[in-house]
């Protein structure tokens, strides 16, 4: 049985230790092991992204990653996003457009959305209906979570924060 | 939902790799887009899982002659890769855009995914009607094989234990165009019928299936593709049956060779 | 003047903290000595448990116990899912839990439960519905059983039910109701009418699919108090449950609903039982969180349907007569059934003049079924408004017309025998009429088409209590025991600001458990706002009242002078006589203070129902190679009474359109001939994604509830339950097939071309 060992992540800026086994997947090592618990498990087949985190400023599925993959990366979790107690553009964006119901898919909701607005600052709504394939909602009907990253692309483009 | 327990081993050359990967319960784990979720469900369960992850394996290099290709480049890079931006090799960007979403194309790699071989992924037809060569390294030396030798059956292929892809080698076909159409499974994004087209100035065409059958396949080349498809084995379910699953197959062959002839021209 | 709240579209009150991923949601929270369970289910659809052998698995490491059914202590006496979690001596569906592994880790209690060994005799599997229900048939559940458990050797012995007194029908025991409703000669009235249709509609199981998937935390208190904190619908209905199932007085027992991800129907007390037994088990604490497989196996979807439908008209388009027979596939649930609630929505919100619908619950071994956002509506629905389009289409009549022509109004009497209360239909269906999309149908290109369809839900009524409580600094608390599931929080803040006369902002909301809240029945059914809504507004109102005598003592101005205006109470005419909330608080709240605390308690006990009409446009286009279907537009219009936040109906709105959406082209939950469920992921059991949805147009109408607060209806219901006919009827007038079946997926659309073409 392999040993449990110490893994030395970084995670939000900080410099984190959590103890896993080599099997310990990354989500489980930021909810069990560092109490992060924004990121959400809804499948087991690598679908619903609930557990979506940015890896390297990349969004992932951090339940398709193993804890010893994220050594050496940053990884940011929607814990991570707001600065001093003030919301991130697209958390105010979502905020303010209705962009939930639940919640239970909105951390990966906007951490999808992140990664899509760092590289693609003008989306038109077929692109930003591709780019969250991998998000699974089942209250919104997706709309205004549309309307919400489309709001957070200008709001991110004009830095109105 | 948890995988049974495995260790890990982060290789720091192919060496490394290929020592370790002379357990015959050990797997390479690259993006693990393909493998870790095999995992989670219990299918798999090796012993050993060694990262290769990290290793320099995912250069592009675009020559006179050919497209190297790192077993390692990422769908995400393939999607958007500037230097695929050409009628001949528009099959790659686009099939990669379509593959899984945002999150698995920033990790899943082509080599992970060739050497998985699920007979319903959708790259592997897009080798197969490019032409590719996969070029194979062992700790015993390195071998090159045609995409069209390299895909045996579900999850089999040439690979021998303990060898990896690590480039995917596509000739450039000058003037020609190419293209990658499929349709999808509603749930799993796998294609039930996937047909990449390569369609050559002289009037050649070279087109393979993928998501019908025990594993992708190029369509005999002097044959109408649409007669092929009626002689192939075409696997069927209870969602998709085997008549609608040919059907489509030669609905998706057609629509790819439409969309490959339109590049060609277009690259006149 | 103050400014009205009601109509603002303003966030949800939890908005904050969910985009932060601050809400802890039931799997989330810390428990000292937390054991996690994992569960073992039946691989075999019906069959004895012969044997558990659980040696193996405890001597794993980190595992604590293997629990089977008699390891519970169970009291209650039954075998639904409260009083048997797990199974006693026979399996009913493949994927029922029969084991549960606890352990110290939810890694260590996966590892076991491959190591469990179970010994099962396999008995006959009913899987089909109709054939279940003819006299003679294998019994889905042949074990006797009573308090004493099971009867094994009945197994053999199992005999059918005789003929019904009074009804002509021979049925096997697998039936475990009928109902019957009828009204008038239907038979003779069809046989002259001048268009008749008639057909076998057939919708599958479907999942209700919630992002979070069912987890319950259970623990005792030091003196032995059972707590349980879980993701459910209802603490109350949850809290009773476990009483039943475990005898314990109420008192003993406290539930607390944590944040929702999501129920849509699905979760009520099914995880609780099994979390509850383990700890009272092992006096230590347990989570049970089901993985997704397991919640697709285990839990309780919406039952599959088989309905015979036929409807007649006049050649003017008055509707006659309708006949229904529609059967249940109840699979395991014994305890209710959808059978009333579709043999009465399948006359959809029109009047008949004669009816004769019959329905049939029919137990067969698959899941327990379970609700799903107006259960037994869809099903109707799609049956109903397929005839009708096809009925407009024999007569030559407009198929909006056909349906305007007929829709209720007051006091109509419907198939229920009872009046329909005030209900927007005639008022939704003109709406939808206007639509650019409804106008613009008949010159599409070849390929497209857009549909029409109308259905309702007639809601739900259930007495509620709540607290308004002004604090120390001017702010006010709302307390209900609601669980806050369509954003019911939010409306209580609006509702409790209107009343009272502070901005929402000012107001927080709290959701109470069974130990600490006012009552509340479960959310569900379409009435929270309707019915604790209605609490919150007298209880505000109450609170004013105190406030207002406070105040008037304070100003010396008579109480029905004075106004609130945004915290702040002041003379009508005269702003400069005021005093703030915050100020009287203050002078109540504290050692010495002069005034009561500025507290409101309400009621509510509606009898009234407040029914919701939802009508949609679908437009499509099918690709007749693949036959897929692509939803290019949607539109739905609905009767909401008063939209106290229009952005948090047109949520509810779309999010229940798609929904729609879903049945209509993507859901269902397959078994093959031994009752193996071969859909148990979402590769299998496709959901709709971002961008398989279009953008959904909302039209609100308002017809205010006389019973509601400020005229708002419960409405979460209504919104699917028309979407898959809508989209049924563009098919038809995109390509001319009409399917009977859904999900109309792409293969069953090509197969229905193929036919049509041959």
Known sequence: MPAARRLELVVNGERRSVEIEPRTLLVQALRDGLGLTGTHIGCDTSQCGACTVLVDERAVKSCTMLALQAEGSEVMTIEGLSRDGELHPIQRAFVEHHGLQCGFCTPGMILTASDLLSRAPYPDDPTIRRSLRGNFCRCTGYQSIVESVRAAATALRTGTA | MIPAAVEHVRASSLEDAFEALADPEAKALAGGQSLLPVMKLRIFRPSVLVDIGRLELDGMQLGETELRLGSLTTWNKLESAPELERPSLAAISECAAEIGDLQVRNRGTLGGSLAHADPASDMPAVVLALGAQLVLRAADGERTVSAEEFFLGPFTTALTPGELITEVVVPLVDGSGSAYVKVEHPASGFALAGAAAQMTRNGKQRVAVTGVGAHPFLLPEAADPLDALSEAEIYGDRFAPVEYRRHLAGVVVRRALERARERMEEGR | MTESVIGVSRPRVDAPDKVTGATRYAADGHVHGLLHARLLLSPEAHALIRRVDRDAALAMPGVVAVLTADDLPIAGAGSDRTTEPLARNEVVFAGQPVALVVAESEAAAEDAVEAVVVEYEPLPAVVDVEDAMLPGRALARVVEENAGGGDLESVHAATDKGQDEGEDEQLSDNVLDKVHRSNGDAAAQLETSDAVVSGTFRTPWVYQAYIEPQVATAWLEPNGNLVVSTSTQGTFVTQRELARAFDLPLERIRVVAEPLGGAFGGKFALVEPLAAGATLALGRPVRVVFTRTDDFQATNPASAQVSHLKVGARKDGTLTAITARMIVDRGSNAGWGVEGITSLLVAGPYRWEAHDLRGYGVQTNRFTFGAYRGPGAPTAAFALETLLDELAVELGLDPLELRLKNAVVEDDIGVSGNPFPRMGAVEVLERIREHPLWQSRESLPDGEGVGFAAGYWPGGNEPAAAVCRVNQDGTMTVVTSAVDMSGVNTGFATI??????????????????????????????????????????????????????????????????????????????????????????????????????????????????????????????????????????????????RALNPALVEGQMRGGATQGIGWALYEELVHDESGQLLTSSFLDYAIPLADRVPDIDTLIVEVPAPDGPFGAKGIGEAPVIAAAPAIANAVAAAVGIRLRELPMSAPRVWAALEDARA
Not at chain 3, 510 to 516: G, L, M, P, R
Not at chain 3, 570 to 591: C, M, N, Q, W, Y
Not at chain 3, 614 to 624: I, K, Y
Request: glycine share 12%.
């Open chain 3, 496 to 641: 409790a600001a209107e009343a009272f006369g502070l901005s929402p902002d000012q107001i927080r909301v709290v959701s109470a458990d069974t130990t600490t809240g006012p009552y509340s029945g479960a959310s569900g059914g379409s009435k929270v706002t309707y019915t604790v809504g209605a609490a919150v507004l007298r209880a505000a109102e109450a609170a004013r009242e105190k406030l207002l005598a406070a105040a008037s003592e304070e100003l010396e101005i008579a109480a029905a002078d004075l106004e609130v205006v945004d915290g702040v109470v002041r003379a009508v005419g005269s702003p400069d006589h005021s005093i703030t909330v915050a100020e009287i608080s203050g002078k109540a709240l504290r050692f010495g203070g002069r005034y009561e605390p500025i507290e409101g308690h309400g009621g509510s006990a509606q009898t009234r129902g407040a029914p919701s009409v939802a009508a949609h446009l679908a437009h499509v286009r099918v690709d007749r190679e693949t036959g897929e279907t692509t939803l290019l537009a949607h539109v739905i219009a609905q009767d909401v009474g």
